[in-house]
């Protein structure tokens, strides 16, 4: 792939916080960033170059999205295939829309994992309330019932302790498809971050220990306890061959359990992750810049931590509001991603901490 030289533009999908920290990281390379987005509210269009409210499918707007930029790539998963598909067919997409497609079905993510060797709980694809219930009988409770598509932070997704809340759990999700999860017993919840090129380097950090509250990320530590330290080389491994399968370029982020007999697979985001954001401040290189390296072909950067101690907090809600005390710590640094109201659950910014 041959470098693309400062100057070009980047088409970003999706205006988001993810995007915002993309634009930012974009235009200390040099990069122009043109977001393209349908919300009213597009926190990504704060940072970036310029900014297209439009439908994501209509090829007109593709059309023109496409000849304006040099690459494109997505913020987020829960995008359809189909603009994404089209798009590559015009400009170079970074990740590919296969990776895309793989990560937004859990079913095909989960089967996809296991034939390269991964270990995932046990689960089963549950389309009808019938087929719940054969489900619940062969894999017990206590359980996850989660939307075959869509869902993040908690959402799509709820608990069944006994059989006779099959029909409680089967309306909650909308009786769409969907699988159902066994419990795994596990000490940590961590996640690999890997970035790789389209010639097959790679690099990845070092794995965070990620604590969440409600379903919702809270925090993320390092370095991670001795449990996740053992696991790291084999999750990290998997990561790799995820992304070497896909023939995947940019950032890619892996959770994992860390279980009694080594790393359990929970799901991949084909995209920069929340739980890499400690990386702007933690690491040599963040997420962010190894992501625009990645796609426009560059070296990528050093992984490694920039303080003895790192930790992520995820402001949340009405947490936003201790911006003032937030910036009275020493070795904290606060990030506020400019949306308007806050609400719960809603993730307002994060504040990330480096110890001696």
Known sequence: MTPLPPGSTIGILG????????????????????ILAPDEEAVAAQTASSYIRADYHSHIVLDEFAAAADVVTYEFENIALAPVSYLAGKVPVHP??????????????????????GRTAPWAKVETRDALAAAVAAIGTPAILKTLRMGYDGKGQVRITAPDQIDAAWDAIGQRPAILEGFVTFSHEFSILLVRRADGQMVSYPPPWNQHEDGILATSTLPAPGEIAAQWGEAAALAGRIADRLDYVGVLACEFFAGADGPVFNEMAPRVHNSGHWTIEGAVCSQFENHI?????????????????????????????????ILAEPGAHLHLYGKGASRPGRKMGHVTRLGR
Do not use: H, S
């Open 15 to 34: 205006g988001g916080q993810l995007g915002r920290m993309l634009a930012v990281a974009a235009a200390q390379l040099g990069y122009q960033t043109r």
């Open 293 to 325: 390296r990645a796609i426009c072909g560059l070296p990528l950067g050093d992984t490694a931590l920039t303080a003895p101690t790192v930790a992520m907090e995820n402001l949340i809600g009405d947490d936003a509001d201790r911006w003032a005390e």
């Open 96 to 117: 590919a829309p296969a990776a895309l497609g793989i990560a937004q079905d859990r079913a095909i993510e989960k089967a996809f994992v296991a034939e390269i060797g």
